[in-house]
């Protein structure tokens, strides 16, 4: 992953000596840890990747993971104890000044720690350059991203055969995951949402002991995660028959859905993307009732970076970016419409990177 | 849950006027969030806890949020935006001249923020009070982990059924998560481990294209979340026939799972549980084959504080923690075994939290 390094280096205007990617403990895991080194698997709580503008890494690990670190080919250092780990640090750092750190990544006891040791250093902030650089994907982070859309395409197909009458939530999400998992995930990129009726109205919601009934709104929002890639999707569907309501709702996001995807192109702010969607949606019925932002940057985070769609972004869309589309429109006491897919930035629009129908499926 | 907010006071030598937690994005996300809310879904990036001395507590929280945010009886504030958020901050902390932070779950970067935001305030690391304070459970938390315990232990008897020959290592995988789900957990509490032969000695593989053959040993490392609390077990079984030295090994494991369990009681240091444990695993062929920590706390957290079952670990057992003991011998190019069980420490002793059966099971 020497290009990556490199290209976190070249994305720096004052650059430090060296690059220091820090784990603390579960959940305090620097995602950028697997992007440098390209592991696929593995949580190496406590690990350390030393970066150099060379592109060169040098891997320090608890002897817990030294079987598991010897996927990369950095160079791999093991500690047994507090001053073990000390040494090898020190070593490694011996012929430098400054430090660059993730400050977004690091926790600030650890930063502390680090402090303590190097007292002499400088440290600089370099969680932007990495964010920027990793906003535009490679050819192998596009290729896993693609494995993990493909499996919830697959997924998303099959929901209408599996919902039925009196299921409860936490039923669908379990049948969700399991067939990701049988189709090639290694996990759900996050706790899946399995909504039904007004429970579909808060966004973050996941699923719980309710009931499906007829009329109820099915949300479900879903991600596969392959070789630490994300994918991130939502399809509503309607179970027996829609209201007039609910036939409008999903028109709406539908049409929003549709705007977003039509604005996005190599070139332009990302906060446009969002305002073109929010405006449409507030000259509808459904005026205020889309809360959040119209999607993010998706990758080796489900979140990855802090790039978003929203009126505030002045992100500038590149070829290469992958972004969730995903306006919704939410009632609280009535139920929620969101609409997710995946979507790579091209040089004169963007591609879909999930497929699965979008059409009002009533279920 | 005014009682754990007055717990992390009454556990911190100086005290601040006022305490912060702060999500950041995923992952970063502080579990004290929870654990002071007692909010039991959701996710709440960007959110704020603020605790006061008498128990109290004002969630801030995005408008997305909002509805989530009810299911607790803390006072709410909705920030639409950063000015809105600046506002809210400030008139809640006008009054106050030191603010309690956790060092080690807000990042570096959020906490130049927020000082850069209260530049004459003085800023406390409490995260050491914290821990103290949810190292000892109480009874809401002791009743989801005893549920997520429930789970697992429906899961693991039903493993001998599920692995066929032929089968690989993400199947199994998917089946055990499937069976979490089905039995009521929110979602695996991590990613699952599911490794075949050699695989196993490598503590932290999860699982992979890899087929079952005759002789393999099959271990299973997983954890239900439930409510957000976790459990944590792990089974190993030998496919088909066992050979003599994986008698030998399990032999050797299951006799250390067992001096372990039977060290732990109120009193003692964590420190002498993993030295019993060590030494005598050292006395045995499998000399120097033991590569990590006998246990962790197991809680909200899957890692639960730093708090360990190490050789360097000073924490003093109290009635009402909770651990894992899970023993291991690693071969590399042959296999491992792990046996791993929850426990709760009791005043003249402990109990298993988990109970399927530890028996040496040729599938």
Do not use: W
């Amino acid at each position: 992953m020497e290009k990556r390094v490199k290209k976190i280096f070249d994305n720096i205007t004052k650059k430090p000596d060296v690059i220091l990617i820090k784990n603390s403990a579960m959940p305090f895991i620097d995602d950028n840890f697997f992007y440098v080194t390209g592991l696929t698997h593995g949580i190496f709580e406590g690990s350390f990747a030393v970066l150099f503008p060379d592109g060169k890494i040098e891997l320090v690990v608890p002897q817990l993971e030294e079987e598991s670190a010897k996927k990369t080919n950095a160079n791999i250092n093991v500690f047994r104890n507090q001053k073990d780990l000390n040494n090898i640090l020190k070593n490694l750092f011996s012929s430098y000044e400054n430090i660059g750190l993730n400050f977004k990544g690091i926790s600030l006891r650890d930063f502390l720690k680090i402090k303590n040791m190097f007292s002499n250093f400088d440290f600089f902030d370099i969680s932007d350059s990495i964010e920027k650089t990793r906003l535009v994907k490679d050819e192998i982070e596009l290729k896993f991203i693609r494995e993990a859309c493909r499996i919830v395409d697959i997924v998303a197909e099959k929901i209408p055969q599996i919902v039925n009458d009196g299921m409860y939530e936490y039923q669908l999400a379990a049948e969700i995951v399991y067939l990701m998992q049988k189709n090639g995930a290694d996990k759900s990129a996050f706790e899946t949402i399995s909504s039904f009726g007004k429970n579909s109205a808060e966004p973050h919601y996941t699923h719980g002991n309710i009931k499906l009934k007829k009329g109820d709104f099915v949300l479900c929002d879903f991600g596969a995660c392959f070789k630490k890639y994300n994918s991130d999707i939502t399809r509503t569907f309607i179970f027996d028959k829609s209201s007039e309501m609910q036939k409008e709702m999903y028109k709406v996001v539908l049409e929003a859905h549709k705007i977003g995807f039509n604005t996005i192109k190599s070139g332009i702010k990302a906060s446009e993307v969002h305002n073109a969607v929010l405006s449409y949606i507030q000259g509808t019925k459904f005026k205020d009732r889309f809360i959040h932002s119209t999607g993010h940057s998706l990758g080796i985070s489900v979140h990855d970076s802090s790039a978003r769609f929203s009126s505030n972004s002045d992100i500038i869309m590149e070829e290469n970016m992958v972004f969730t589309v995903e306006p919704g429109v939410y009632i609280p006491g009535l139920g929620g419409v969101r609409i997710e897919d995946d979507v790579l930035v091209k040089g004169d629009g963007a591609e879909f990177l999930t497929n699965s129908s979008r059409d009002l499926i009533e279920i």
